[in-house]
């Protein structure tokens, strides 16, 4: 079995900064791409970041300049930084990874269950 459980969501004023996290865990034998997709009241699912196993990286425009995403391969962890939030940004952050088990031989993706982040103005 394999989980991605979220954390670092919560409440913050226009202009302030929240940091997600998502570790991956079970029985792994590697992740490709890792991301970030966020899920607003009435709206589509849309991509926020995502970043491969070797480091390459690509944002949503609307997040460009103000979200960084990294991970660390050694904890199979990602990381979102949020910085200049503003109250559009407020949805429910959902993590993606791309990854395959050792008990298969295709990658395939998972998801966590979300993490509420709220902006107020």
């Known amino acids: 079995q394999v989980q991605l459980v979220e954390s670092g969501g919560g409440l913050v004023q226009a202009g302030g900064s929240l940091r997600l996290s998502c570790a991956a865990s079970?029985?792994?034998?590697?992740?490709?791409?890792m991301g970030w997709y966020r899920q607003a009241p009435g709206k589509q699912r849309e991509l926020v970041a995502i970043i491969r196993s070797g480091g390459s990286t690509e944002y949503a425009d609307s997040v460009k300049g103000r979200f960084t995403i990294s991970r660390d391969n050694a904890k199979n962890t990602v990381y979102l930084q949020m910085s200049s939030l503003k109250p559009e940004d407020t949805a429910v952050y959902y993590c993606?990874?791309?990854?395959?088990?050792?008990?298969?031989?295709?990658?395939?993706?998972?998801w966590g269950q979300g993490t509420q982040v709220t902006v107020s103005s």
């Open positions: 993606n990874a791309n990854l395959r088990q050792y008990s298969f031989t295709r990658y395939r993706d998972y």
């Open positions: 079970g029985s792994i034998a590697g992740i490709n791409v």
